[in-house]
């Protein structure tokens, strides 16, 4: 029997769920590319892109994924044979590396494994030991997506400070820009580096580049920029043309803007506090149900999770088989779990993940935690009991309601 003939959701980290205000802005006609609304509307965007970003600085914006931002910043701010240090909390930090390798550039990888976050220390001594400046960039990414650990980026500036060391810190905020805390300027970053489709709630296709004055004085001095990816003229363009490097991607710019509308309407501070509650209902479930049995969230420690994914794991393959049977019998595909592979699960067949990133409500986090616990109980697979109702509390309690104190996990309250 399948239930799964509703409204299916997504829960995965990217493509997220797509607000059906931001699809019927896209269904239109061709625009007038020449003049006119799209114009305004493009030069619209990026005060309010800068807004989300929490940055003075300039941004460039590409018809790419989020790998092709990964390769724009790049680009613009070290040359082939620089150096840049990676400290990886999960597979993305890897991918960014490999991306910088394959761009000729030196890359020393300080791996923290998936499931630590970014260690201070670990940078400071890879720094202090750089003599001569040869590192020209730190990469580190704010949330890894396939691990869910969240690092803190205001100390790694802090860091480099302290040595004095001139190195660009360059932060992937993919998959947290608009889901988890995030403050470019505040905490020191010199680039930033997004795409459009997990908070923002576009379809995938926009990549941006966020980058201050610091980044823009190394982008001068390379002996020479990819003109494709060259950020100067999109962020700074004489004509309309320049700000996509040719023929904009219309349709984009009209579900970027419907979705700047709805992030500014209820306020970056509000959507990030509504990402909060809702990966405390998540963490109240997921630990009730790990009591019995083998489910875990794979960051113990909720400082360093994300708010907009969370990776978990059971025994090997029953989250393979928990993602099947969530998806053929009710309608709610699970994330597959990346870079999670250990000995005693050597195809991650124990390991998934939940997205809750963007366009996401209380009934949509609910209607998921409850499809897995159903899940959890059809499959028999040993777990503790009452995960939903522990959500549920979760959210009373953070909205201000009043729950009985004597429903496990009250620790988020
Ligand atoms: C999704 C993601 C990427 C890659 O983005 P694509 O659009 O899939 O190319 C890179 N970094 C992080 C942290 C991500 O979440």
């Not at 309010?48 to 994924?65: C, F, P, S």
């Not at 932060?171 to 010199?190: F, K, N, P, Q």
């Not at 025994?315 to 019998?329: F, M, S």
């Amino acid at each position: 029997m399948t239930l799964a003939n509703g409204r299916r959701h997504m829960a995965l980290p990217g493509p997220s769920v797509m607000p059906d205000r931001v699809l019927q802005a896209m269904h239109r006609p061709a625009p007038d590319i020449y003049d006119g609304e799209l114009h305004e509307m493009v030069a619209g965007i990026l005060p309010d892109l800068r807004a989300v970003a929490r940055t003075q600085g300039h941004v460039a914006m590409y018809i790419a994924n989020g790998h092709g931002a990964w390769e724009a910043a790049l680009a613009n701010t070290v040359a082939p044979g620089g150096r840049v240090l990676v400290p990886a909390t999960g597979r993305f930090g890897h991918g960014w590396a490999e991306m910088a390798r394959a761009m000729g550039i030196e890359t020393e990888l300080l791996d923290h494994g998936p499931g630590t976050p970014i260690d201070p220390d670990r940078v400071r001594a890879a720094l202090a030991a750089d003599a001569g400046a040869r590192i020209k960039a730190v990469l580190v990414t704010h949330v890894d997506t396939a691990s869910s650990v969240l690092s803190e980026i205001a100390p790694l500036r802090a860091v480099l400070d302290e040595l004095g060391h001139p190195a660009l810190l360059m932060v992937d905020c993919v998959a947290s820009l608009a889901c988890d805390r995030y403050e470019m300027d505040a905490w020191g970053a010199d680039v930033t580096v997004a795409g459009s489709q997990k908070g923002l709630m576009v379809p995938p296709g926009l990549g941006f580049v966020f980058f201050n004055d610091r980044a823009q004085a190394a982008r001068k001095a390379l002996p020479r920029v990819s003109r494709y990816w060259d950020w100067a003229p999109r962020a700074e363009p004489e004509m309309f043309y320049q700000y996509f490097g040719g023929t904009a991607p219309t349709h984009h710019v009209y579900g970027l803007r419907e979705a700047l509308n709805m992030i500014g309407e209820e306020g970056i501070e509000a959507v990030w506090a509504r990402h909060e509650t809702l990966a405390k209902a998540i963490w109240s479930a997921a630990e009730t149900w790990g009591a019995e049995g083998a489910f875990r969230l794979n960051v113990p420690d909720p400082a360093h999770r994300s708010r907009a994914v969370t990776a978990a794991r059971l025994d090997p393959p029953d989250g393979k088989r928990l993602r099947d049977w969530c998806t053929n019998v009710a309608g709610v595909t699970l994330g597959i779990g990346l870079g999670m592979e250990t000995p005693a699960d050597p195809q991650a067949s124990g390991a998934f993940r939940f997205g809750h990133m963007g366009h996401l409500n209380a009934h949509m986090v609910l209607g998921l935690l409850g499809t897995v616990e159903a899940g959890l109980t059809a499959l028999h697979i040993p777990h503790g009991t009452g995960g939903v109702s522990a959500a549920a509390a979760t959210l009373a309690r953070e909205t201000g309601g009043t729950a009985p104190t004597d429903i496990r996990q009250s620790v988020y309250a």
